[in-house]
T-cell receptor
Framework: NAGVMQNPRHLVRRRGQEARLRCSPM?????VYWYRQLPEEGLKFMVY????????ESGMPKERFSAEFPKEGPSILRIQQVVRGDSAAYFCASSLLDRDTQYFGPGTRLTVL | SQQGEEDPQALSIQEGENATMNCSYKTSINNLQWYRQNSGRGLVHLIL?????REKHSGRLRVTLDTSKKSSSLLITASRAADTASYFCATDGGASYGKLTFGQGTILTVHP
């Protein structure tokens, strides 16, 4: 039973480009969470999605950031017109039920030049 | 202090010793989870303890929860060099779903 998959593992973008991060939850999990970790800090919640629905995006910047979890395929976190401050590790987690154990992927490390 | 704050920030011990890390939080919770993160890697889930539980064990790990003091502790017994990592507690803030709030973490170094 494969764990949470994220790709790419490392992503380098120049300022102004778009970054697209993918997350495939564990088999059978329909709850997906995205978190961001800045250097030397803990994780910060960004967005919570269930299939085809955004449940809570209170941690996501209002501009340039968007997330989706389509009926088929992985969850996508999209960052448009990246800036240096977007450089961080982005982690996806999934759970079978809400308020249940969240299993994390290996993360995508975004570097903006 | 912020929700899910760990103490100490850093802990250095010798192999074979026990390591205790504490976590304090502010709001009510449904559950509290402990995670481990090796440098530059993803998070590994260690234990979930529910608000109606006081203690939980998993191998060399023991977690306690005191909801009256809004605190939890993680004890690692007979530590090994491989236990060297950052340890985070995460709370759900009593939310109707599992949005987690993480602390800054405790950096544990176990010297061989």
């Amino acid at each position: 039973n494969a764990g949470v998959m994220q790709n790419p593992r490392h992503l380098v973008r120049r300022r102004g480009q778009e970054a697209r991060l993918r997350c495939s939850p564990m088999k059978g999990h329909s709850h997906v969470y995205w978190y961001r970790q800045l250097p030397e800090e803990g994780l910060k919640f960004m967005v919570y999605l269930q299939k085809e629905n955004i449940i809570d995006e209170s941690g996501m910047p209002k501009e340039r950031f968007s997330a989706e979890f389509p009926k088929e395929g992985p969850s996508i976190l999209r960052i448009q017109q990246v800036v240096r401050g977007d450089s961080a590790a982005y982690f996806c987690a999934s759970s079978l039920l809400d308020r249940d154990t969240q299993y994390f992927g290996p993360g995508t490390r975004l570097t903006v030049l | 202090s912020q929700q899910g704050e760990e103490d100490p920030q850093a802990l250095s011990i010798q192999e074979g010793e026990n390591a205790t890390m504490n976590c304090s939080y502010k709001t009510s919770i449904n559950n509290l989870q402990w995670y481990r993160q090796n440098s530059g890697r993803g998070l590994v889930h260690l234990i979930l303890i529910r608000s109606n539980e006081r203690e939980k064990h998993s191998g060399r790990l023991r977690v306690t929860l005191d909801t009256s003091k809004k605190s939890s502790s993680l004890l690692i017994t007979a530590s090994r060099a491989a236990d060297t990592a950052s340890y985070f507690c995460a709370t759900d803030g009593g939310a109707s779903y599992g949005k987690l709030t993480f602390g800054q973490g405790t950096i544990l170094t176990v010297h061989p």
